[in-house]
């Protein structure tokens, strides 16, 4: 079967940790199909650094041999509600013959804007079955902007399937008139061989880092970005942490609201007690989450962010949001849910669940359920049906 995956949610070879459940799902589709997935690469992205990006194109087929990239040219700042049109024209200006003449027999469009809505219409255009694949604020954001909702559901519409990450994502596009025997649900999955408890006084030892056996660890892996609640969450570590003179916090990830993270911890005179270390590789993230006491992860929507099953897989209990799919995965041996942008009951629930006698294996037991080998079977079983009619 061969099968053709666009979307922007991939690994770039300057930047491996981008849209990792794309890479491990791709991965292990690819031992099935005869799969290539083209990457949109924004063009500032790719004008900020040509030489980089002309050669990370040979660099990124070694390392994923079935992924080529493309630029995806668009206004800046305005025009949003045409971002898929203009997606649309950068695949079909630098990827003609392989879009329209490849002999596809299924495309799978993963993120519905503007990728999925883009993909839709080459299905139309060279008669092929289209699969949607959408994670979270695809939907939860811009269904409730005009301009891309009507294109999303569309789109969604006409392809022959749907898959959500989480079942409150389905039930909000069934909420907004999608067929129901449409739209199907596919946790993603989570790599038991690299996820998995393992001995924590190690693992900071591992790391380095001055971690020691006394040190209480709150860790937050992610986008450095408001929705992602990362500023909440350092508040509420300002109240905790002078109750918990041990308390640290770390986070690994990188983004826009890293500069006032590092202000407002300044400010508090806890710069030495908040740790911003960057992204992470993936092959990484194990051992931080073996070494950490809770995994905090406050956001403000979200689809089933694959680090809470992560956390769950390594046996480390989560402290997160009652947002998107997460009440769906996180059960209450396994961690606390809070609302949403609530300062008071954040520092509530982190004060209470760092007492709590957590039972790993049995969070880890739970979290191996979400596996890869189910994702890939579901969605195999759908590309088939779609190929068959």
């Not at 790719?46 to 493309?70: C, H, M, T």
């Not at 695809?138 to 902007?145: G, T």
């Not at 826009?256 to 400010?267: D, S, W």
């Not at 992470?280 to 992860?297: F, I, M």
Request: proline content about 6%; overall charge positive.
């Amino acid at each position: 079967m061969k099968v053709l995956a666009i979307t922007n949610l991939f690994g770039y070879p300057w930047d491996r940790t981008r849209g990792q459940f794309n890479q491990q799902q791709f991965d292990r589709l690819a031992q099935h199909v005869e799969l290539k997935v083209l990457v949109a690469v924004p063009w500032n992205e790719a004008l900020r650094r040509p030489r980089a990006y002309w050669s990370a194109r040979r660099e990124g087929r070694q390392r994923w041999p079935y992924v080529d990239y493309f630029i995806f040219w668009f206004p800046p700042r305005f025009a949003r509600g045409l971002h898929a049109l203009c997606f649309l024209l950068s695949l079909l200006l630098q990827c003609p013959a392989l879009l329209l003449f490849g002999r596809w027999q299924a495309l799978i469009g993963s993120w519905a804007y503007p990728d999925a809505v883009a993909t839709t219409v080459l299905g139309a255009l060279s008669a092929t079955p289209v699969l949607m694949k959408v994670h979270g604020s695809d939907v939860n954001d811009y269904l409730d902007e005009p301009g891309k909702r009507w294109q999303i559901l569309a789109a969604a519409r006409r392809c022959r399937r749907v898959m959500t990450a989480s079942a409150a994502l389905r039930e909000r596009l069934l909420a907004a008139g999608l067929p129901g025997e449409q739209v199907q649900v596919n946790y993603n999955g989570v790599d038991a061989s690299m996820f998995k408890p393992a001995d924590r006084l190690a693992a900071r030892q591992a790391l380095g880092q001055d971690l020691t056996p006394e040190s209480r660890i709150l860790l937050f892996i992610g986008n450095l970005k408001l929705a992602k609640g990362c500023v909440d969450l350092l508040r509420a570590f300002v109240e905790l942490a002078a109750r918990e003179p041990s308390l640290l916090l770390v986070y690994l990830g990188s983004g826009e609201a890293q500069a006032q993270l590092e202000a407002e911890a300044a400010r508090a005179g806890l710069s030495a007690r908040v740790r911003l270390l960057g992204k992470r590789e993936h092959a990484e993230l194990p051992r931080w989450l073996n070494a950490a006491d809770l995994l905090c992860l406050p956001s403000h929507m979200e689809g089933v962010p694959n680090v809470v099953l992560e956390a769950m897989a390594c046996g480390v209990p989560v402290v997160a949001t009652r947002v998107g799919g997460i009440p769906e995965v996180l059960p209450a041996f396994a961690g606390e849910l809070v609302p949403p942008r609530d300062p008071a009951a954040l520092v509530a629930a982190l004060a209470c669940a760092l007492q709590a006698p957590w039972d790993r294996e049995r969070i880890a037991a739970h979290a191996r359920q979400f596996d890869w080998q189910t994702n890939i079977e579901r969605l195999l079983q759908q590309l088939r049906q779609m190929e068959a009619r």
